[in-house]
């Protein structure tokens, strides 16, 4: 690690950076601090909050830790996002709205562009790419009254269950085409739901700090259902799909300028 910080510090002072913007790794504010020049966190969460949670059945890592709370504490500015974890070792902190991108696309278009049906309800499963061997294909094959649709590094077609590949670039915009979504909240795809106000059917993620604010601001800003994870991986998303698409819909106001206001702090920083 003292060789990388060195390594870094140097190459800033070679190539004249003048600020150092991290979404979050510890490391880089330390390096910002030695380097003379300010860093700004945007961010939600922080590594050392989220592995604190396991420090008891890995207290090895706790020195680890500790020095991750110190890097972020040299941060100059840490621009906060809506519903976030516990942020106080951030001496200097200010709030901004949620950064997310809205598809400029509207349904039709949007489902052209997927190849999917224009008619019936397409039901969008969202996990990152990971897991989705653990999907329950079968079942969902046979809930035809519905048609579902994922992304992966390669394509398929399986009856009502469409796999796309390539489709990340463009993730905004199938989140326009679809009906409601079936996810685990990380703040991307909570900024992405409130942003084209799509209904979501939400699992659990273990004991991830994290969790619990994403599942608040889907509670206050977003029509929302629980399925739990056995209930999800045996299949059985019908009754919960249908409970969510019969709920009154509720879409408080919400800013989604996260992206200008945090630009505009940025160089307002540099400036000064």
């Known amino acids: 690690m003292p060789n990388l910080v060195e390594q870094e510090v140097n190459f800033i002072k070679r190539q004249k950076i003048d600020l150092i913007l991290g979404d979050i790794p510890p490391v880089c504010f ?8 300010p860093s700004v ?6 590594w050392d909050v989220i592995y604190r949670a396991y420090v008891d059945a890995h207290p090895g890592f706790a020195p680890l830790i500790d020095e991750m709370t110190r890097f972020y504490s040299k941060a100059t500015l840490a621009l906060a996002l809506p519903y976030p974890c516990e942020l106080s070792m951030f001496p200097r902190r200010q709030a901004v709205p949620w950064i997310t991108r809205v598809s400029a696309l509207n349904r039709r278009r949007a489902r052209e562009a997927f190849g999917l049906p224009q008619s019936g309800t397409v039901v969008l499963l969202s996990f990152g ?7 329950p294909w079968r079942a969902l094959n046979e809930t035809t009254d519905f048609f579902f649709v994922t992304t992966a590094a390669a394509g398929e077609s399986r009856g009502n269950l469409l796999i796309l590949a390539g489709a990340q670039r463009h993730y905004e915009d199938l989140l326009r085409a679809v009906d409601v979504i079936i996810t685990k909240p990380g703040y991307g795809i909570v900024a992405d739901i409130l942003a084209h106000r799509l209904p979501v059917l939400y699992t659990e993620r273990g004991e991830f700090p994290e969790y619990p604010f994403l599942v608040q601001a889907l509670s206050d800003l977003a029509t929302a259902e629980f399925i739990p994870q056995d209930e999800l ?7 919960y799909l249908l409970r969510l698409l019969a709920k009154e819909p509720s879409w408080p106001s919400v800013l989604l ?4 206001v945090a630009a505009e702090n ?3 920083l540099l400036k000064r």
Do not use: K, M, Q, Y
């Open 30 to 37: 330390e390096i910002a601090a030695r380097a003379n020049i």
């Open 41 to 46: 966190a945007v961010t939600n969460f922080t």
């Open 129 to 135: 790419g990971i897991g989705l061997d653990d999907l």
């Open 233 to 239: 991986l045996s299949g059985n998303v019908r009754p």
């Open 257 to 260: 300028n996260g992206a200008d």
């Open 266 to 268: 940025i160089l307002a």
